[in-house]
């Protein structure tokens, strides 16, 4: 059967995000795509920062960076800081870039562990351009010249996702979406197919569509309401289940990161936009109450509040199929990882992007939706396991949710992971899955993971020769930070040429 009407449930950012890659892709094709969303129905909205990959998004549908960031009310992220998480009183960047280059054809990581072990050589740290540049509040767009130091580091956004979901809209209008305002109270399944046929809004108007896109949030209408899809729970890794957030205004430089600051019971996010600081606490119910949760969240606010708390309970996990029938779930009906590596918007985009690889052509084929579950499951207990990693890798023993964290027994694809690491300094890497080393040694060493033996080759290069080279490579990476623009100036300059 030929798909010649869409119909997306749900409106927010993955609504909205949806609505702009099918029209992209679909809108002179004549395809009917509709979205129904209610005012009355709030959206999430507080997925302020993402990862590198939302900038192949806005570029495959053609958006200007100076308009998207004026728009969005937009700033950049080089990368995460993360205070408090192996030890109380700790720092380091989880940075969207490689640290040092190899010696010798030994990766980096493994020599600068010998000249550790010896008081030499510095932080690890110091071999990171986005991360020299984020500590100074300073930014530069990445160039393409593989010889270049600015060739070694990515960039994300960090944006108003209420904002963004505007700017979406309009984009997906103007090549042919109809938005239609109203609420979904019903829902008509084929009685052989099990197939999703319509829905019927509030004001009794039935809609009738070949594909059903689930875009309706952690009610997931579609997927778990009509078709009784089933949710598959990390709680028990991931025990985080609630959130407060509450923008104030901004206080002191903008800096180009996001920051995740430990707690006692979770943790607090800090981002900056242009207009704004977002701030919000994420917490587990089982070791703090909600009272005490938000004086937290208040004690590390810098300004005034700006609106009143917005709080959010949900479940971390999945849905056990994202596609079914003829629905797909995505966004926060397909399941919800916290936002401690800012990948939600990234599983929405990257969602779409299955989505579009997969489209049903003429007819239904149900391998199109068993490889899309396969290759989503893939991706979220990936994601998932790297989160586990930061909660895990701990050594903090000053409440009861650390000390549950740091003994919990994680999933065997987390367990060997880290026992390689710690035996060997080996970083697992796959073929499929969004965090690649850098990301992995982030963690591990700014947490401490140290391995037991490194590997033996570096000991082919003299110590002195390593110090050299390694002396060199930080005087080159602080020179390129210190001659960067302040993240403002380049901000200023992005504002001007959208004007």
């Known amino acids: ?9 749900g409106g927010g950012t993955s609504g909205w995000m949806t609505a702009a890659a099918l029209s992209n892709k679909f809108g002179a094709s004549g395809m009917s795509i509709r979205l129904v969303e209610s005012a009355d129905i709030g959206t999430v909205g507080v997925g302020e920062a993402t990862v590198p990959h939302i900038r192949h998004y806005n570029a495959t549908l053609g958006f200007d960076e100076a308009e998207f960031m004026t728009r969005t009310k937009g700033t950049f992220k080089l990368g995460i800081e993360f205070r408090n998480w192996g030890r109380v009183g700790d720092s380091y960047i989880h940075p969207f870039g490689v640290f040092g280059a190899e010696i010798g054809g030994v990766p980096f990581h493994h020599h600068w562990l010998r000249m550790h072990a010896r008081g030499e050589g510095g932080a690890f740290e110091d071999y990171s351009l986005p991360i020299q540049a984020a500590r100074r509040d300073r930014f530069i767009h990445p160039n393409q010249d593989p010889r270049s130091l600015l060739n070694t580091f990515n960039y994300a956004y960090q944006f108003d996702a209420s904002l963004y979901a505007k700017f979406l809209r ?12 109203g609420k979904v109270v019903d829902v008509a399944l084929h009685s052989e197919t099990g197939f999703v046929t ?5 004001s009794g108007e039935v809609v009738e569509a070949d594909l059903f896109i689930d875009c309706s949030g952690f009610r997931g209408l579609l997927i778990e309401q009509a078709l009784k899809t089933g949710y598959e729970q990390w709680s028990h890794w991931l025990p985080c289940d609630r959130a407060i957030a509450m923008p104030c205004d901004n206080v002191g430089p903008t800096m180009p990161l996001t920051r995740a600051t430990a707690q006692k019971s979770g943790w607090v996010w800090k981002i900056p936009l242009q207009h704004r600081t977002g701030n919000g606490h994420v917490y587990s119910s089982g070791f703090i109450e909600d009272d005490a949760a938000l004086d937290v969240l208040l004690g590390e606010i810098a300004a005034p509040p700006l609106a009143d708390p917005n709080k959010l309970r949900f479940v971390t996990g999945k849905r056990k199929k994202q596609w079914v029938g003829n629905v797909v779930a995505l966004g926060l009906a397909s399941g919800f990882l916290e936002p401690l590596e800012s990948t939600s ?32 499951a893939l991706e979220y207990e990936r994601v998932r396991d790297f989160i586990i990693l930061h909660y895990h890798a701990t050594e903090r023993d000053d ?3 650390w ?11 987390v367990a060997w992971k880290m026992e390689l690491f710690r035996e060997r300094g080996v970083v697992v890497n796959y073929r499929d899955g969004m965090f690649l080393e850098p990301s992995w040694l982030a963690v591990y060493l700014g947490q401490r993971v140290h391995p037991r033996h490194p590997d033996p080759l570096g000991d082919k290069v003299s110590d002195d020769e390593v110090i050299a080279m390694m002396a060199a490579m930080r005087g080159r990476y602080t020179q390129a930070a210190e001659a960067m623009p302040t993240h403002e100036t380049v901000l200023a300059q992005l504002a001007a040429r959208a004007a």
């Open 345 to 376: 918007i990234h599983l929405i985009q990257l969602g779409i992007g299955r989505l579009l690889d997969l489209f049903p052509a003429q007819e239904w084929d149900p391998t199109d939706a068993d490889e899309f579950n396969r290759l989503m």
């Open 170 to 181: 309009e984009y997906a209008e103007a090549r042919g979406v109809v938005r239609q305002e």
């Open 198 to 202: 319509s829905v019927t809004l509030e």
């Open 1 to 9: 059967m030929l798909i010649k009407r869409v119909l997306i449930v």
């Open 403 to 413: 000390n549950y964290c740091r003994t919990m027994t994680v999933p065997d694809s």
């Open 399 to 401: 409440s009861e949710f």
